[in-house]
């Protein structure tokens, strides 16, 4: 049985810490968890940006950051980029320019708010 995040804030301290045992410098966290309307079974929509994926084949980064995703979490669908690849992702037609717009940005030095 999965471990139920209960609030955003919860689910963003969650992903904070992950952040930390990954090595991840930025995360984005977008779709129905980030605008709250999920359901018990839905998954974790994130983004992750470092730039330690910098020369690291795509299946590879996947492989790292979900040995660092807590399995009794809900499933973490996870897109992985440096900050040079997400911006040019961000300025074409996919789902990284929208989790851009309305995601809740999140990186391990934040205080706790939204959108920090």
């Known amino acids: 049985m999965a471990v139920q995040v209960t609030t955003r804030r919860e689910l963003i301290e969650t992903v ?3 952040m930390g045992r990954a090595g991840v410098d930025e995360a984005v966290l977008f779709g129905s968890r980030a605008r709250g309307d999920h359901l ?3 998954d974790v ?3 992750a940006i470092s730039a330690r994926f910098a020369g690291t084949r795509p299946h590879r980064r996947l492989a790292d950051l979900h040995d660092h995703w807590d ?3 809900p499933f973490l669908q996870v897109l992985v980029y440096t ?3 997400f911006s040019k992702a961000c300025k074409g037609p996919g789902i990284e320019r929208i989790a851009d717009r309305t995601g809740i940005r999140i990186t ?3 205080d706790g ?3 920090a």
């Open 16 to 18: 904070r810490r992950w």
């Open 40 to 42: 018990l079974t839905s």
């Open 45 to 47: 929509d994130l983004i």
């Open 71 to 73: 399995p009794e979490l």
């Open 83 to 85: 900050p040079d690849e």
């Open 108 to 110: 391990i030095d934040d």
């Open 113 to 115: 708010g939204e959108d």
